[in-house]
């Protein structure tokens, strides 16, 4: 049925060629060509060779069909063309293709995840080699300038502890090691004039210590290499091509000469268009406020991640079962935490003012509660939450999305923050301070949602 | 509808609506009306943004913060990025359509909605944003979200599966997070506008001989192209239908947007005087590489999620053929088929879905008998086999042939040479995966019903496949249009 | 100072990237942790290391004097909660890895390559 309904349409076209000459055919070939271009079709267009090739082929056609029998009795006779045998010629030719495909698939996509990785540092350093060498640039150096002998020494124990932990037998050693890095940063942070980096990079190593204590309390510590000596050799050469790479090109960066209009901008206009002394936090709440409303979208959705993927029941892990607690911890622990939580208070209400913040503020009640967990266990930590980390998530969203629309009612674009000066002597209030609680919260919320699930999971 | 409200629309409706699912997440229905809400109203936001950027005369801006440019963040209503939140839209109406299909309460209670939604926004982002640096916290929001889209049901393979997806992006992003700082240490700002402008000022020095490639290589690995691609046949094929979709079309062809964005746009490759030409020669042999290498993957597969996720970097590939063709028409070939290949792909994945609801199985030696038994599905799932194969009148025809003319008419026949050959495999592959998948009947074989709600979703995906094939000067004006603002950007 | 911190951060990075190729997918977990530490470090370069003083108006003051960077302060925040949030996901995923498999070791995490892989003889073809 399909083909004689295909076969008609094709009569009935060629019969009548304007419609379809308009509708598909005219703006086909202006879209080939770029341009309009005239297309006519018709039935008769005189005695033209064309008419004349189509009676041949019409003729030979009818020919094959009044001939069919003898023909192919004749065609069968033939050998060569059995050998030839066009059909078998695909069939082998795409089982072939398929082979070929298979063994090139199977050697390209192996299933090692090492080598896999090996793969890409190694084409990585192959593209920034060419590059840099493409280029014909040729790498300068920054003037030694003054040392300051304690930082520098802070940040050699920092490289230190990241060779320690290349080269550690023990995962424990490892993440020790790791730690000391990350404090080695953060004192290398204060150290230059950025204490809220500082703050955060501590509570965050502080915290990476005590969930992934959750981790390594389940798994086998002490691992040995699991490379033979000489791939560790191939390895590190890879490793250290690319951090000297890297070396060269951010000491040639530093030759550039930079003046960033920005920072110029945020260091004016900070206390006197947007009331805030803290020009980092000002950035974070204010300037480049939807970074921030995206970072703190990553963190939410890490908290559902973690809610999905970690035990959220499994009723109450005692602390005394889990892990050995002193005395002391339970006696004070609640003082101390509900310490923290004041903290945490007073580190978000000063942010915009003094290095702190929604960010900080956030990993320090988390670090309360992380406390309570630790004193007197999961179950008791989330009663004395009283509402699912999830929860407290989804309203820091609401809160940091919410803080820039009253904006968007002002005619004003997104994230505009305001302000309102209540008078008597009371602080200034400003939308700001709802986008930094909604962060608060978000960290908070995350935070607590991996560290009940892993304290669970360890304690399984 | 003022512009503010418009150009923030196609990010805060979704991350609204995943802050409402996320607090609504014990209630299943609520979540997935949540979800299917939300992508209507994105979906009419994005078609309103659109209308209004085509309409206009100058380029729809809002400075975000009412600060000004290049101090504070804005977002621009530029093309393509316009032109991509409007397909990223209809993707995400249609996966919030076919949801139902595979997205059950279980997978539901365990977050698909709020992911998904925060996922979409995004994407959206990383298209209409004019900062750097913002445009890698998306690049790490959709990471996020990928990884718990991924893990929905907690299976082992899933686990491995985002394991190796989180290990390669990770490394990826730090390449471009160093990257993005040393722009910011060369040029003093993160606007790429500025900061295309203060590349074209600045001698060829090594760090942005190094900035470029450490970029190039984060976002060719964020967009699968060989070598970089080891990670998407590794961990695509472990999560839902639905969810693949939404990979497959969105998050790759993220990934592309930002090299055409860093390359055009930033390093100005196809413009006279191009920050990085140094790079330019490497793009070409890359992308012969992924198109054969990914074609050849593809025909060495059984199961149709892993043969379909092989072919989401094969069309990689074409787009980076366009980028490497230096011309302006190069780069819009590669936006051309951009688009086709969003809409194509996310539809390929439901199609699958769907024969694998009617059939019982992903392997394709077990599927078939779909052209009998349900001609609807059949006619649907054509549409996307036959465009992503080449053949007219169907977007993927248009897509192709633009690419190897672009490359004929640039001196690199080469490129169209390989995309040819790679086109002739994607075509062998595409006709033995319809045979196997609908064509043939095996014996004694159950087909079920498929759902309407899949139907209607690959029906929508379908009509724009068709109607782009009709009518592609639209498109490809749109394309050219692209390529131009890309390089006056700068 | 600067070629000093240069070193040291591509040094920390450089270690990172080689526990990140040891096949114990902890001790990859640890590496990609080192490799965000690094680069936050290098990061910290492209603001220029100079003045000391933080980059907080002092009170009574309408503008900031001669500070440190503060912009690259703000990204390099956000980078350090948003590596914070990555490395407890792929923590995460790790520990619930070896509570299914039993092994932290990167080649036993290969079910989603089995999955689905095509059979190992050329059987079914056209």
Redesign the interface.
């Known amino acids: 049925m399909p083909p004689l309904l295909l076969s008609l349409a094709g009569l009935v076209i060629s019969l009548q060629p304007e419609w379809i000459t308009r509708v598909?055919l005219r703006?086909?070939v202006?879209?080939?060509y770029g341009r309009a271009v005239d297309v006519d079709i018709a039935i008769w267009h005189g005695v033209t060779p064309m008419l004349l090739l189509s009676i041949v082929v019409v003729s030979v056609g009818v020919l094959i069909v009044r001939f069919w029998q003898p023909i192919h009795v004749r065609l069968r006779r033939i050998g060569w063309i059995d050998a030839v045998a066009l059909e078998r010629l695909w069939?082998w030719s795409?089982?072939d293709?398929?082979?070929?495909?298979?063994r090139?698939?199977?050697w390209?996509?192996h299933?090692?995840?090492?080598r896999?990785?090996?793969?890409?540092?190694a084409?990585?350093v192959a593209?920034?080699a060419?590059?840099?060498v493409?280029?014909?640039?040729?790498?300068?150096?920054?003037p030694?300038?003054?040392?300051?002998i304690g930082?520098?020494l802070v940040?050699?124990v920092?490289?230190g502890g990241?060779?320690a932990?290349?080269r550690a037998r023990t995962?424990l050693s490892?993440?020790i090691a790791?730690g000391l890095?990350?404090f080695a940063?953060a004192i290398?942070?204060m150290?230059?004039?950025?204490?809220?980096?500082a703050l955060?990079?501590f509570t965050?190593e502080a915290?990476?210590v005590v969930?992934?204590t959750?981790?390594?309390l389940?798994?086998?510590l002490a691992?040995p290499?699991?490379?033979a000596a000489g791939l560790r050799r191939v390895?590190?050469l890879?490793?250290?091509i690319?951090?000297?790479?890297?070396?060269?090109?951010?000491?040639?960066?530093?030759v550039?000469g930079?003046?960033?209009?920005?920072?110029a901008?945020?260091?004016?206009?900070?206390?006197?268009a947007a009331q805030?002394?803290?020009?980092?936090n000002v950035?974070?709440v204010?300037?480049?406020?939807?970074?921030?409303?995206?970072?703190t979208?990553?963190?939410?959705?890490?908290a559902?991640?973690?809610?999905?993927?970690?035990m959220s029941r499994g009723g109450d892990v005692p602390a005394h079962l889990s892990q050995p607690v002193h005395f002391s911890l339970h006696v004070t622990g609640r003082w101390l935490a509900g310490l923290l939580l004041l903290a945490s208070v007073v580190i978000l209400w000063r942010g915009h003012?003094?290095?702190g913040g929604g960010?900080v503020g956030g990993l320090v009640a988390a670090l309360a509660f992380a406390l309570l967990a630790l004193a007197y266990g999961v179950g008791s930590a989330e009663r004395s939450l009283r509402v699912n980390p999830?929860?407290l998530?989804?309203?820091g969203?609401?809160l940091t999305?919410l803080s820039?629309m009253p904006?968007?009612l002002a005619?004003?674009?997104?994230?505009?923050?305001l302000w309102w000066q209540p008078g008597w002597g009371l602080p200034k209030l400003g939308t700001t301070l709802v986008f930094d609680i909604g962060v608060y919260l978000v960290?908070w919320g995350?935070v607590l949602a991996?560290l009940f699930?892993?304290q669970r999971?360890a304690a399984? | 509808m003022t512009d503010a409200l418009l150009l923030v629309a196609p990010v805060v409706i979704p991350f609204i609506g995943a802050a409402i699912a996320m607090l609504a997440r014990k209630q299943a229905t609520l979540a997935a009306a949540t979800g299917l809400v939300a992508s209507l109203l994105l979906a009419i936001a994005s078609a309103l943004l659109f209308a209004r950027a085509m309409t206009s005369i100058s380029t729809p801006l809002t400075l975000l913060g009412n600060w000004p440019q290049g101090i504070g963040l804005s977002l621009s209503a530029t093309l393509p990025g316009v032109a991509l939140v409007m397909v990223t839209a209809l993707v995400a109406l249609a996966a919030a359509i076919y949801a139902p299909v595979d997205i059950g309460p279980r997978r539901r209670r365990a977050g698909y909605d709020p992911m998904m939604l925060a996922m979409i926004g995004a994407v959206n982002g990383a298209f209409l944003t004019d900062d750097l640096f913002n445009l890698y916290v998306w690049f790490e929001l959709a990471l996020l979200c990928a990884i718990g889209l991924l893990t929905l049901d907690r299976r082992p393979a899933q686990i491995h599966g985002a394991i190796r997806y989180a290990a390669f992006a990770m490394l990826g992003a730090t390449f471009i997070l160093l990257g993005i700082g040393m722009i910011y240490g060369i040029t003093a700002t993160l606007n790429i506008h500025e900061a295309a402008a203060a590349l074209a000022r600045t001698p060829p020095n090594v760090a942005s001989a190094t900035a470029a490639a450490l970029l190039f290589g984060g976002f060719a690995l964020k967009a699968g192209l060989a070598p970089f691609h080891l990670w998407l046949p590794a961990s695509y094929h472990v999560a839902p239908a639905s969810v693949t979709a939404v990979f497959a079309g969105l998050l790759t062809k993220m990934g592309f947007y930002a090299l055409l964005l860093i390359f055009a746009g930033l390093f100005g490759t196809a413009s006279e005087s191009p920050s990085a030409a140094q790079m330019a020669p490497l793009f070409g042999i890359i992308a012969a590489a992924t198109m054969l290498v990914c074609v050849a993957g593809a025909l060495a597969q059984t199961d149709m999620r892993r043969l379909l996720a092989y072919h989401v970097i094969a069309q990689v590939g074409y787009m980076m053929a366009g980028l490497a063709i230096a011309t302006r028409e190069g780069v819009a070939a590669a936006i051309f088929y951009m688009i086709h290949s969003i809409i194509v792909q996310s539809n390929l994945f439901l199609g699958a879905g769907l024969i694998r609801r009617a059939s019982g199985s992903w392997d394709l030696t077990r599927t078939g008998g779909m052209v009998r038994h349900d001609p609807l599905f059949a006619a649907l799932f054509a549409v996307p086999v036959l465009s992503l194969a080449g053949i007219p009148p169907l977007s993927g025809f248009w897509a192709k042939m633009i690419v190897i003319r672009e490359s004929l008419d640039a001196g690199m026949a080469w490129i169209g040479g390989v995309a040819l050959i790679a086109g002739l495999l994607t075509i062998v592959s595409m006709a033995t995966f319809w045979s196997d998948a609908c064509w043939k009947e095996t014996p004694g074989q159950r087909i079920r019903r498929v759902p309407g709600t899949g139907l209607a979703a690959m029906a929508l995906l379908s009509a724009a496949t068709v109607l782009i094939g009709l009518f592609p000067q639209g498109l490809w004006t749109l394309a050219q249009q692209s390529a131009y603002m890309l390089e006056i950007g700068r | 100072m600067t070629l000093l911190y240069a070193f040291v951060g591509a040094g920390v990075v450089g270690c990172g990237l080689y526990m990140i190729l040891s096949r114990n997918l902890v001790r990859m977990l640890l590496g990609f942790s080192l490799l965000a530490t690094g680069a936050n470090l290098l990061l910290f370069l492209a603001g220029r290391v100079g003045s000391q003083q933080p980059p907080i108006i002092v009170e009574g003051e309408q503008r900031l004097g001669d500070a440190a960077d503060p912009l690259i302060q703000a990204l390099i925040l956000t980078a350090i909660v948003i590596g914070f949030a990555l490395t407890v996901v792929m923590a995460t995923l790790v520990l619930r890895a070896w509570r299914q498999s039993g092994s932290i070791r990167a080649e036993d995490a290969n079910a989603a390559e089995a999955m689905g892989a095509p059979p190992k003889k050329p059987g079914n073809t056209a």
């Open positions: 598909a703006p086909a202006a879209a080939v069939d795409l089982r293709t398929v082979v070929t495909s298979r090139l698939t199977g390209i996509q299933g090692d995840l090492r896999y990785l090996w793969l890409v540092i084409m990585m593209l920034v060419w590059s840099v493409a280029s014909g640039a040729v790498p300068r150096l920054p030694v300038g003054e040392v300051r930082l520098a940040a050699l920092g490289l990241a060779i932990a290349s995962l490892a993440m790791t890095t990350g940063t290398t942070f150290g230059n004039g950025a204490p809220d980096l955060t990079q965050v915290l990476i969930l992934l959750a981790l390594l389940a798994v086998p691992s290499s699991t490379r390895d590190a890879i490793c250290t690319f951090a000297a790479a890297l070396f060269l090109a951010f000491a040639d960066m530093t550039i930079h003046q960033s209009a920005a920072s901008f945020y260091g004016r206009m900070s206390y006197i805030g002394h803290n020009v980092v950035i974070l204010d300037f480049r406020a939807f970074d921030t409303l995206g970072e979208m990553v963190i939410a959705m890490a559902v991640l973690a809610r999905s993927l970690l003012d003094q290095p960010f999830l929860t998530v989804g309203a969203i609401l999305v820039g904006a968007l005619g004003q674009p997104f994230l505009t923050h960290v995350a991996f699930g892993l999971e399984r």
